[in-house]
């Protein structure tokens, strides 16, 4: 494109110039392509990429959670699977993260493809597929590859759907395999939601079905969920994903390099596994979230609120049921390797 101007000079004569444009696209085409390109540099004290370069993060769910992957990229993970079998829709604009222009694709492509837009070194797998007992621990085994067996610490998965049998069947394989794990829930119109993490040998006070024992002896009873997104705005999932990230930081670089605050926030909260947000000041009413009652004083309190909660393992001494997972021990060591089927938990 050439683009006419004119200049006029001091006697007043009017000349038509002709100037080219500077060749922006191919400019910036080469800055994306180029391999000395330093996306992460003023992170590298804290995330640094020979660190994060090893780890893999599996996905369950690409709907709220697309919001925690794409972060992750932008902190320098590089190596992603993510698994669903959903397709993005127009409602999933106001709530997630998609954009019009993604509609009908499925949701694992469309990460995808901002996770590269990111970081276009990243690798990622997009698995569409659906978390249930057609899929096998052998396809999950032959999905993840070696670094199931031989590193699985530097591994994190984490359950990110609104559907319970897929949420309870990534705890069994997080557990199953000794990957660290991180769970987290929208409660009902985005007013309050919740993060479970576990790490084998670190976070010792209960398993996931531990902490979440009510909701799972509901289900178990018949209960079904019928909590949708339905008038739950966009910054309740871009909320939950900050908490998300910050936790799944927490595990990726634990002990990994002193330099690191990440390091070792592990250790301070390894018996307070269990994370509730409060997103509205009505969340005590409207959900029976009364922790932050509790805890925060009202003076200065209001919202936006994080409580990280005790917890213990389920068992009679402490007052609950025995865990049927853990056997009430809360020893995520002790489960590594002992569950045959994670399909029949
Ligand atoms: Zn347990």
Not at 112 to 138: G, M
Not at 173 to 190: E, F, S, V
Not at 221 to 242: E, K
Request: glycine share 8%; aromatic share 8%; charged share 20%.
């Amino acid at each position: 494109m050439l683009v006419s101007t004119y200049r006029i000079s001091r006697n007043g004569r009017v000349s038509e110039m002709t100037l080219r444009p500077p060749a922006f696209p191919a400019t910036s085409t080469q800055t994306v392509n180029e391999p000395e390109l330093d996306l992460f540099a003023r992170i590298q004290q804290e995330l640094p990429e020979e660190v994060l370069n090893q780890k893999l993060v599996i996905g369950v769910g690409a709907g709220s959670g697309r919001g925690l992957y794409e972060g992750l990229a932008r902190c320098g993970v590089s190596n992603f699977l993510l698994i669903d079998h959903d397709y993005a829709e127009g409602v999933n604009v106001a709530t997630q993260h998609s954009v019009v222009s993604e509609n009908g694709k499925r949701k694992v492509n469309a990460t995808k493809e901002r996770i590269l837009d990111i970081n276009p070194k990243a690798h990622v797998t997009a698995a569409s597929l659906k978390l249930d007992n057609r899929f096998s621990d052998k396809d999950f085994e032959s999905l993840v590859g070696k670094k199931l067996v031989n590193d699985p610490t530097d591994i994190l998965i984490c359950g990110l759907t609104d559907s319970f049998p897929a949420q309870s069947r990534t705890a069994n394989l997080a557990m199953k395999y000794g990957i660290p794990y991180l769970a987290a829930q929208l409660y009902a119109g985005g007013e309050g939601g919740e993060v479970y993490f576990s790490y084998p040998g670190v976070t010792n006070n209960s398993c996931p079905r531990c902490a979440l024992g009510s909701r799972y002896d509901a289900y178990e009873a018949g209960f079904h969920n019928n909590v949708t997104s339905n008038a739950s705005d966009y910054f309740s999932s871009l909320r939950m994903n900050a908490i998300e990230g910050k936790i799944a930081l927490m595990l990726l670089m634990y002990h990994e390099d002193k330099r690191s605050r990440y390091s070792n926030m592990l250790d301070m909260v390894a018996d307070r596994n269990f994370v509730q947000v409060r997103m509205s000041p009505f969340a005590g009413d409207h959900l029976g979230l009364h922790v932050f009652d509790r805890t925060i004083t009202p003076d200065y309190g209001f919202f936006d609120d994080t409580v990280w909660i005790p917890q213990v393992p389920n068992n009679e001494a402490n007052g609950f049921k025995t865990c049927p997972l853990c056997g009430g021990t809360g020893d995520l060591l002790a489960l590594k390797g002992s569950i045959a089927d994670t399909r029949e938990v």
